[in-house]
């Protein structure tokens, strides 16, 4: 079992900047694979962002490459999302996901935090 806890969500003006933090404990963490997936207001939870166990090699969705960066910190049993540039069709809930292959897929993550309320005004 992997147990997740996202912080660092809130309220942003448009162009500014979040950093979302994922904290695990339980399994050995630098053995999983780690993503971010949200979910908007009416919309299915969507691909965001992953890393592999070692950070070597990241997965971005296109609508955030160049403003978003995943990293992670595996003496701390963390994975981080920073996000730049925000706009406001970034506004969703932002959950983190646990599994053992690098994937833009959602069943390919077998453990989830509770999300993370980010809101972009304009």
């Known amino acids: 079992q992997v147990q997740l806890v996202e912080s660092g969500g809130g309220l942003v003006q448009a162009g500014g900047s979040l950093r979302l933090s994922c904290a695990a404990s339980?399994?050995?963490?630098?053995?999983?694979?780690m993503g971010w997936f949200r979910r908007a207001p009416g919309k299915e939870r969507e691909f965001v962002t992953a890393?592999?166990?070692?950070?070597?090699?990241?997965y971005y969705a296109d609508s955030v490459k160049g403003r978003f960066t995943i990293s992670r910190d595996n003496a701390k049993n963390t994975v981080y999302l920073q996000m730049n540039s925000l706009k406001p069709e970034d506004t969703a809930v932002y959950y983190c996901?646990?599994?053992?292959?690098?994937?833009?897929?959602?069943?390919?993550?077998?453990?989830w935090g509770q999300g993370a309320q980010v809101t972009v005004s304009s």
């Open positions: 996901g646990a599994g053992h292959t690098l994937t833009r897929e959602l069943g390919g993550y077998g453990y």
């Open positions: 339980g399994r050995t963490f630098s053995g999983y694979s």
């Open positions: 890393i592999s166990w070692s950070g070597g090699t990241t």
